[in-house]
């Protein structure tokens, strides 16, 4: 796949996997859209981009809205050409409190999670179809396989994405547009700098926007990496319960005051 010329939009492009995937494909020579609501960082990014040789704009957007994500698109489009790819990177992270006391982050989990991603989705689908050309994809995570203790809402969310980009492949097979769903362990990113526990198989936020570029080269349908991580989980989805809230009591009872002490 050549990446010279590629017009491929990343909603989550002002930080951490999001905006490494947009220096890396800039570097490819691809045309990047770059979708975020801070879009102060974003024309920074862009800037950068630009002054580096590269080609890339800032289409700031809430993808939670659907009519900004279709505005957001249309710009670029109407910019640089029709989008060939997308790249849903945009996404939120919060534990899950024992009594769901905190349903607003929930809300937000899934509106921008899942959400986010269909209307990304939405928004460059129908001319994908016409053009019988086109590739999409989002950023899931290995937690789509496993409903880990506090984390309930990000974990369904990303399994709710993974389910959904399935379905999709699958509806689309013949249409000339492909589906990728991309499922990454840890990545040091500013929504893992805040955990306090030693997290397996820790990426960078480079290595993994590479790892994400050649799973989009070789147009997969699920790429799980890293590969030891997705093994960890693996079994860990083949644990008892009572194992895994042991695994997890220490982080719960820091991160959710509330949960039950060490079992
Ligand atoms: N880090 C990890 O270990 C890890 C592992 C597996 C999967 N993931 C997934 O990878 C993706 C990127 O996460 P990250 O670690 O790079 O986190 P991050 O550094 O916090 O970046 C999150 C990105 O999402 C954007 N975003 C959040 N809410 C948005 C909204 N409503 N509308 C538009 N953009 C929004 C943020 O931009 P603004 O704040 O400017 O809007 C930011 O660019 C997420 O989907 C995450 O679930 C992360």
Not at 78 to 84: C, D, E, Y
Not at 136 to 149: R, W
Not at 197 to 220: N, Q
Request: charged share 20%; aromatic share 8%.
């Amino acid at each position: 796949m050549n990446w010279r010329g590629h017009r491929v939009v990343v909603t989550g492009a002002s930080s951490g996997i999001g905006l490494a995937l947009a220096r890396e494909l800039a570097l490819r020579g691809a045309h990047v859209g770059l979708v975020a609501r801070r879009a102060e960082a974003l024309d920074a990014l862009a800037g950068e981009l630009k002054s580096a040789g590269g080609m890339a704009i800032a289409c700031p957007a809430d993808c939670r809205d659907l009519q900004a994500i279709k505005e957001s698109f249309a710009f670029f489009e109407a910019t640089v050409g029709p989008i060939q790819s997308v790249i849903a990177a945009a996404g939120v992270g919060y534990p899950t409190a024992i009594d769901l006391s905190n349903i607003e982050q929930t809300v937000e989990t899934f509106g921008t999670n899942v959400l986010g991603v269909i209307h990304a989705f939405h928004a460059a689908l129908p001319g994908m179809l016409r053009r019988r050309e086109g590739h999409l994809s989002a950023v899931s995570s290995l937690s789509a396989f496993k409903g880990f203790p506090g984390e309930s809402a990000y974990c369904a969310s990303k399994a709710a994405v993974n389910t959904f980009l399935e379905g999709m492949r699958i509806q689309l097979r013949g249409t000339g547009v492909g589906i990728t769903a991309l499922c990454p362990g840890f990545v040091r990113t500013p929504m893992t700098d805040c955990n306090t526990f030693d997290m397996p198989f820790l990426l960078e936020a480079e290595d993994s926007a590479k790892r994400i570029i050649r799973a989009l080269e070789r147009r997969a349908g699920v790429a799980c990496f890293p590969m030891r991580m997705s093994w960890l989980v693996g079994l860990l989805r083949r644990s008892p319960d009572r194992f895994l809230q042991w695994l997890f009591s220490d982080y719960n009872a820091k991160a959710l005051p509330g949960s039950p002490p060490k079992a």
